[in-house]
């Protein structure tokens, strides 16, 4: 099989259409139906059924999607080791992070790696979703939950406590929540279903059965934003919440059983380039600062 028409036939399965495909690939839809066609051509079977809810797998096509999956392997293998050796300071370094680790440590490592080599370029992506390190959709990950592939090479930059967070004018028109209510009377800001697997029925190990959940925020950013604006209270990790002095922590004594921790994870083919070392040095200066 040729690798482009493989590289073509992973992006229509990961996507589901053709046009997503096309996206993903930045080729148009017209190259990426003939691509396939050739493929489905030169293997004698169709590897796809169109359905209403996009193109869906033939058995040919599971049977093709295990190679192809070998084939990608071997080629962002063989790709990753040949720029292992680059000692050139130059050229693109993709991170993944999400919104508000980007803002708090990942930009101004950037700020400070423009100052001091110009010619790195970096691909900035925010996102809840885990990119795949091994399938190079990001060559550094700064996550809040630790990998465990074995050939990624991890790194904890930090760990905080999280607690329970008000603003001040909040709690003026509010009052402050009584230990045993339920947050009875209180407005509460969550994470929506899914984008952590931390969030319980509790806030700071208090039940929040008898509160009133006035929004669901897709992210860290977006609920401290919420937060920080006094239009409820909400968990916080602790580094984020003491560089805003209009936040006052609820029951200090108390926290949330896991802390938030953070992990730099890089694949350890990449951790000789030169361009990626000076990337992954600014943003542990970064969080050490």
């Not at 996206?23 to 359905?51: C, H, K, N």
């Not at 080629?75 to 999400?98: I, K, L, N, P, Q």
Request: charged letters at 25%.
């Amino acid at each position: 099989m040729n690798w482009d028409d493989v590289r073509v036939f992973l992006a229509i399965q990961r996507a589901g259409t053709l046009r997503g495909a096309a996206q993903q690939l930045a080729i148009d839809q017209t190259t990426v139906g003939r691509r396939l066609t050739g493929l489905e051509r030169a293997l004698g079977s169709r590897l796809f059924l169109r359905t209403t809810g996009g193109l869906v797998l033939t058995d040919t096509g599971q049977e093709v999607l295990r190679v192809a999956a070998d084939m990608e392997r071997m080629a962002v293998s063989f790709e990753r080791r040949g720029e292992g050796a680059d000692a050139r300071v130059a050229g693109e370094v993709r991170v993944t992070t999400t919104d508000a680790l980007a803002v708090d440590f990942v930009v101004p490592a950037i700020e400070r790696l423009r100052a001091s080599h110009p010619e790195v370029r970096v691909i900035l992506s925010t996102t809840t979703r885990l990119l795949d390190l091994a399938r190079r959709e990001a060559d550094i990950a700064v996550r809040t939950l630790r990998p465990e592939q074995p050939d990624l090479i991890v790194r904890q930059l930090g760990c905080w406590e999280v607690g329970l967070y008000a603003t001040r004018s909040y709690l003026a028109k509010h009052g402050e929540p009584q230990p045993g209510q339920g947050l009875a009377n209180h407005d509460i800001a969550l994470y929506q279903q899914g984008v952590t697997g931390r969030q319980d029925d509790t806030l700071a190990g208090e039940s929040r059965a008898q509160g009133r959940v006035v929004a669901e925020l897709d992210s860290s950013l977006m609920l401290a934003t919420f937060v920080r604006a006094g239009l409820a209270i909400g968990e916080l990790p602790e580094y984020l919440a003491r560089r805003d002095p209009a936040l006052v922590r609820l029951w200090p004594e108390r926290r949330r059983a896991r802390p938030y921790e953070t992990w730099l994870v890089l694949h350890q083919d990449l951790a000789r380039t030169a361009r990626v070392r000076v990337v992954v040095e600014e943003i542990t200066s970064a969080f050490a600062d």
